[in-house]
Structure formats: C-alpha cells, structure tokens
C-alpha cells in the first residue's frame, strides 16, 4: 500500500506515457488521467519519459505524477510534457552501429522496475500495438487513448491532435488567400496527414479551397488545370490548391524527402505539383509547405474536451478491470474497443462519404476528374 498526496490509501499504480509523434492535447489528456486517478481512485500515477525510451534507460526515466504537476496552465499547453519518440521498435531496435536488437526484454523489465499495476499509452495504432505486445509480456493490463493528427486510428471519429491541426491547416488558407487575391497568383498548400486526406479535404473544405487533393482519390493534371481555368474563365484570378502530403504524382508514386528509420518521409508534392501546372496555367504558382506547424500550438476547444473525455474514461476502464481497450470518440460521445479491432487497421477517407461528396457539391475538384 502506498499513499498519494490526498493522503489516500491505495494499492494502484497506474504507468502513463506519450508513443509516437506529437500533437496537441496530449497534456490535456495526461491531465485528464493524472486527476481522474487522483480524485476519483486515489491512485498513483507514474509519468514516463520519452515512451518506450524512458523504460529501456537505467534507471528508468519516469517520475510520479501529482496535481501540482499537471496543474497550472497545462491543458492550454501543446507538446506533451512527458516527450515522446516515434521510431524505435523494441523488437527490431536499430542499434547506432546499424544492427538490428530485441529490446523488449528491457522494456518489460523496465516496466516491472515501476511496479505498476496497468499503463495507459497515449499513442497512434502502431505504438499501442507495440505496447500491448510488451504489456502482455510483463502481465500488465494495457488502455489506450488514440491521438494523431492524421486522424487515421480506426473506430475513432476523432484522436486528440487532428482537430488543432486542421485549425491550423484552415488558418493558412485564410492567410493565403489575400495574398493570393493580391497577386492574381495559385497557392498550394501541402498538409501532413501521412498516407491518408482527414486534413487536406476537411481545411480545403473549411478554408474554401478549389481543389483539394488527398491519397485515396486519383487526380489528373489536366483535371486540375481545367478547374483552375474554369475559375479563371470566370473572373477570380487567383485560386487555392490543397495537397496531403501523401498524394502520389499522377501515376501514384509517392514524393518523399529522405528515408528516417526504414520509414519514407513525405514532402514535396506541392512542388511537384507546381512545376507541371506552371506548363498548363498562366498563372504564377507558390508552394507553403505547412509542416510541423500543425503538430505545436494551443490544442483547440475540442481536442481539450476529447483528450478530457479519453483520459477520464482509461482511468475508469482500469478500475473496471479492463485491459488492451482503446477509449474512442463515436456519435458524439466517448467509447471504447478492443484494441484488437483498431490493431493494423486505418481509417482512410471515404471517397463516396459527406466530406467527400460536400467538397464535390461545392465544385471543387477532389481528383477522378469530378471538376465541376
Ligand atoms: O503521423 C503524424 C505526422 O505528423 C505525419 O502527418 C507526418 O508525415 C509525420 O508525422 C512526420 O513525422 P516526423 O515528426 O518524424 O517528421
């Protein structure tokens, strides 16, 4: 037994750590969990630093959690205060002499080290994967709480991090367009978003681009050209193209900077893009590239409320006894899953559903030569 600083008795100690890449909310929902446990259970709650790095180090990079520490201004605050990794496997870890090592003996025993009783992993799909795996090993059970900006977790309508990050996404748009207008000019706007369109087509849709472009709809240049043309021939001078970073070229090959751990890392589809239309269009093309701009920032209204929801909810399913759930945000309200039914899966866009068909029914060409 231990006592937390309500002075409560209690037996739980609960693991909380951040997987994978950053966005905001994650300190919404590392506050959600540390004062759910806190008020409602009178448990103990044990940060971890830098995700799975944090439980390979010696010693253990973690410290316990308080009301103090996650008081203040935190759940205003982007980034998460526990740092995080994305790349690493345990399993396969990638040593710095370029061998290849199974770690996940470490983190187990990293995890046994924190004597905890259940973890919570805010994390994308592959880190809560990757955690279950572990947690299983070390006889721990396991919660997630989705978080992404490409907003690509299945079974969830909504991860903590995607509605910032189309704010942000919809802001530019408002930014360029003035601009744009000023100078008669097409701006393109390439967004994250990996291989999947949530935030192209919903700041396109938002930001009153004319085209949008995401990876599950093929496009045409010429498509694209004649939409442009098509506003032009009808006295707006300037126009505004959004990409995903995840688009292919028009025959599906994916432009990408550099390879980062075996993982390709996207980037340049929006010069790509402008070196063929400046052929097709007379008029002058520029390139923004958003970037991890839309990973920082003050999280949104709504991603508080649903990092606030999440984090309650994996508390509460621990003291129910549950273990390898994911918390989700369906049909307005919080829910959970098995982890097994989001496990390996990705919620791509749905060419025939309301954002797609909103955008089309608007006129803007979305690829497959819909331009209206
Ligand atoms: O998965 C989130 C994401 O921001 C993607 O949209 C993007 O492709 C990738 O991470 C960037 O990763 P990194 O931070 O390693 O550059």
Redesign the pocket.
Known sequence: MTSNQLGVQTGKRIGLMTS??D?AGLNAAIRAVVRRAIHGYGWTVIGIKDGSAGLMARPVEAEELTLLSVGGDLIRRGGTILGTI??GDPFAYKMADGSVVDRSGEVVEGLRQLSLDALIVIG?DGSMRLLSRLCQLGNIPMIGIPK???NDVAETEYAIGFDTAVSVACEALDRLAPTAASHHRVMILEV???DVGH?ALTAGVSGGADVILIPEIPYSLTGIANRLQTVSARGRKHALLVVA??CGTETGDKVTQDR?GGRA??GGIGQYLAERLEDLIEAEIRVTVLG?V??GGMPSMRDRMIASAFGVRAVDLIAQGGADLVVVWKNGDVDDVPLSHVAGQTRAVDPDGTMVKTAKGLGLYVGNDSSA
């Open positions: 994978g890449g966005c994305n790349k994308g992404t900006i490409d994250m978003g990996r935030i970073e995840g980062d890392r996207y991890h839309q990973r």
